[in-house]
């Protein structure tokens, strides 16, 4: 395939913009090569600029669980833009949301909408801190949880417990409100508890972790934080952002049976507009201004395109519950489908899957944590990624990321990829 105008565009886009995108995974820096720049897409397929037509594994990072352009709200847009594109006022359309939001997800009463997931976990921990009045949070590595400072902290050397800032900009004083875990490691969690009894908020966590590849929680790793939370006076808060909408109507809390304090979201919630939200039980969210004293705000929150799109998106997935199955078949069949090639093919990997969230791993040893999933070869996905993407198939442009299904695959569309998968792991 060429990528000659994409190429043209990205230099262009380099002189205006830092490393030429607006979200640093994109710019391929993982994989090498230029990024892709997309013109147009529907269903399961991305148009880019130079013509090529390309199945679609990334699907926005999530949101387009049923597909691009997908009609009902594509037209929910279209009809809500004709009547005023923002008014930082309230509007019906916020209410409806919310209501439908809050009867889709188990243990939670109320939802404030944001514009990102990013806002949601920044302002679920403000909210957190200001309910428990203790200032430390605990969170895993590897977890990602968008880019707020406190989010944004690496493990402290030698024995500290608390963390250290990973981006310059960081200061270590907010690092040290910050404690870092290990994923499915409760004795490790105990441990942080113990050595900063009553000073911490929250333990926030990706129920099933997406973002260092897919990562299930082990049995009883769950079911152990809420016990410590539920001990210790901590809120277990899910991010959800990933996994909400997409593993089970009511997220992870349903397909597990756990209850969290606190939920965030964004992807799926906002049906591919800039959206995000956080919901709990109306006890702590009335801790909320303008009722209670934690402070939040958004000149463009609840923003009416934003609504619509949102509501469109979670009116299709509440009418047919089958999506989630449907989603779950596809996903278990690609997950056969490509064991079964690189077996053939005598490639050392390991796959993980939960529901349709799936991901690849060129390593022979269980992927568990953030240390085991740092141990895949590199060099390998590399391969696998330019292959695929020369024979139409495009996955995340990076070993770390999670395959994002959409119920607009076909089976045509899943045996294609195996097949690709089976070519291009044949040169390996
Ligand atoms: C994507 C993601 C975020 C950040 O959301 P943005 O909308 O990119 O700010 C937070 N948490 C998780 C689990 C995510 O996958």
Not at 120 to 145: E, N, Q, V, W
Request: one cysteine or more; a negative charge; glycine letters at 10%.
């Amino acid at each position: 395939m060429m990528y000659q105008r994409s190429s043209q565009l990205f230099a262009e886009a380099e002189k205006v913009i830092p490393g030429g995108v607006n979200s640093p995974v994109r710019a391929f820096k993982a994989v090498g090569g230029t990024p892709i720049f997309v013109k147009s897409a529907k269903g399961a397929y991305l148009y880019d600029e130079d013509g090529n037509k390309l199945i679609d594994y990334i699907n926005s990072w999530g949101p387009m669980v049923l597909g691009h352009a997908y009609a009902p709200v594509v037209e929910a847009v279209i009809e809500k833009a004709k009547l005023g594109t923002s008014f930082g006022m309230p509007t019906e359309l916020e209410t409806q949301i919310a209501a439908l939001a809050v009867s889709m997800v188990p243990n939670i009463d109320k939802i404030r909408f944001v514009n990102s997931g990013t806002e949601a976990c920044m302002s679920a921990i403000r909210l957190a801190r200001g309910y428990t009045k203790r200032d430390k949070i605990i969170k895993f590595a590897g977890c990602y949880h968008g880019h707020s400072d406190s989010f944004l902290i690496q493990a402290g050397s030698g024995a500290v417990t608390f963390g250290s800032p990973n981006s310059p900009g960081v200061t270590e004083g907010t690092a040290k409100d910050t404690l870092l875990a290990k994923y499915n490691d409760l004795e490790n969690v105990a441990t942080l508890i113990n050595a900063n009894k009553n000073e911490i908020a929250a333990i926030i966590i990706e129920p099933v972790a997406g973002n260092m590849g897919c990562i299930p929680p082990n049995k009883g790793f769950l079911e152990g934080l809420r016990q410590v939370c539920t001990e210790n006076g901590i809120l277990l808060i899910f991010d959800e952002v990933m996994t909400g909408f997409r593993l089970a109507r009511g997220g992870v809390q349903e397909l597990f049976n756990i209850k969290a304090d606190i939920v965030t979201f964004g992807k799926v919630i906002g049906g591919g507009l800039p959206v995000g939200a956080f919901a709990a039980r109306a006890e702590i969210m009335n801790y909320l201004a303008p009722i209670g004293p934690v402070y939040q705000a958004g000149t463009l929150s609840g923003n009416p395109l934003a609504m619509a799109a949102g509501l469109a998106m979670l009116q299709a997935l509440d009418n047919d519950r089958a999506i989630f199955t449907r989603l779950e078949e596809k996903t278990a069949y690609l997950e056969a489908g490509i064991s079964r090639v690189l077996k053939a093919n005598n490639v050392v990997f390991t796959i993980n899957r939960v529901g349709s969230m799936i991901s690849v791993h060129f390593d022979a040893a269980p992927v568990t944590d953030f240390k085991s999933a740092a141990n895949g070869d590199n060099e390998t996905f590399k391969k696998f990624f330019h292959g695929l993407l020369n024979e139409g198939v495009y996955i995340a442009p990076s070993a770390y990321e999670t395959w994002f299904i959409t119920d607009a695959l076909t089976y045509e569309d899943l045996d294609f990829t195996i097949q690709a998968i089976d070519k291009v792991s044949k040169t390996f």
